[in-house]
Every structure is written in C-alpha cells, then in structure tokens.
C-alpha cells in the first residue's frame, strides 16, 4: 500500500508563500491536493496527471496554486503563492493507484491519503 509523507505549511501572513511535499513509497500514478476547513467539506485544490504532468485546481486557488512533481523522486510539490486568510485548513495530499486520462478533482478518486498539515494565514 502507498504511504504518503507530507512536509511543509505552517504559518504565514496574508500575502505570503508555503511550499509543501509529498513523498510517496513507491511509484504512484495521479496525484492530487485536497484541504479541510472546519465546518466545511474536503475542497479539491488540485492534481497532476500521472501521464504528461498536466495539472487541473479547483476555481478557489487558481493563478496562485502551482502543482509540480518529480517522478525520479516520488513526490509532488504544492506551492502556494499569495495566501489569503481563507486558504487555512488542513491539507492532505492524495494518490491514485491507478492510470487515469485525467486526474481526478473528486475524493474518490484517491485511494492513498497523506496525514494532513495544517496551514494557517495571518490577516
């Protein structure tokens, strides 16, 4: 079974930049990044597709949200730029076992989860 590692976030003033990684165990095919906000339901924020690197974000983080990955390593990258207050929660990055035509913007669509990391953003 896939074991997911996340590292990064933390805390950051409005404006600011936090860069995460996921480290997978073994060799995954899609990716994605998904956050949980109190009382709210686990947002897409976005996937990278196993086959090509293209990536897909939900409308929330587009333009500031950037996904990357390398293979060589095994991880995927999230870089988020000009944080607002808003984007605080918990962020859970996600692996799809299996090869897909598009990664998925759906929970569902994971079958792998890492163990969540808090960011917080300062007004």
């Known amino acids: 079974q896939v074991q997911l590692v996340e590292s990064g976030g933390g805390l950051v003033q409005a404006g600011g930049s936090l860069r995460f990684s996921c480290v997978a165990s073994?060799?995954?095919?899609?990716m994605g990044w998904f956050r949980h906000a109190p009382g709210k339901e686990r947002q897409f924020v976005g996937c990278?597709?196993?086959?090509?690197?293209?990536?897909n974000y939900g409308d929330s983080v587009k333009g500031r949200f950037t996904i990357s990955r390398d293979n060589a390593k095994n991880t995927v990258y999230l870089q988020m730029n000009s944080l607002k207050p808003e984007d605080k929660a918990v962020y859970y990055c996600?692996?799809?076992?299996?090869?897909?035509?598009?990664?998925?913007?759906?929970?569902?669509?994971?079958?792998?989860w890492g163990q969540g990391t808090q960011v917080t953003v300062s007004s």
């Open positions: 073994v060799r995954t095919y899609d």
């Open positions: 990278t597709w196993w086959s090509g690197g293209s990536t």
């Open positions: 996600a692996a799809q076992n299996n090869p897909t035509n598009m990664c998925g913007t759906s929970i569902l669509s994971y079958g792998a």
